[in-house]
């Protein structure tokens, strides 16, 4: 699995300091949680063509030309976007896609493999600011849900 890592140390800090408040304790019903709302995050990426409020290139006149009526940037069969889905681990929660061909479309500090020019970056692997604050809010509630 292509999977993303927040890159925020501020979140990443708050989130930190938010599980500390349930140490010791299982976490896979929050990860869970998290990788629901991250990868619905994600799929917005897809919808809006980016990750807000950066839009992805458009496609080239005779990529237009070549697609099905009606399918955005990054969209021709929808297998990139529809395979999206997180998996919960022992260390966390992985979101990311299963094509293997999606690494292909990201920025070389994110595929491992440098950028030749041939395809724009269209980074689809992350998160808006809607999206972290929808993890925020996942974790804080499975907390107190735990708490309580």
Known sequence: MISAEIDNAAFNAKMKGLLSRISGRDLRRIYKKVGIVAAQSMYGNFVYEGIKPNKWKENAQSTKNKKPAGRGVLDDTGALKM??????????????????????????????????????????????????????????????????
């Open 83 to 148: 395979g999206i889905s997180s998996e919960v681990r022992s260390d966390g929660v992985y979101v990311g896609a299963d094509k293997e061909y999606g690494k292909f479309h990201l920025p070389p500090q994110k595929s491992g493999h440098p950028s030749k020019g041939i395809m724009p970056v269209r980074d689809w692997l992350g998160f808006d600011e809607d999206g972290l604050s929808g993890i925020e809010n996942a974790v804080v509630e499975e907390i107190e849900d735990s708490l309580n």
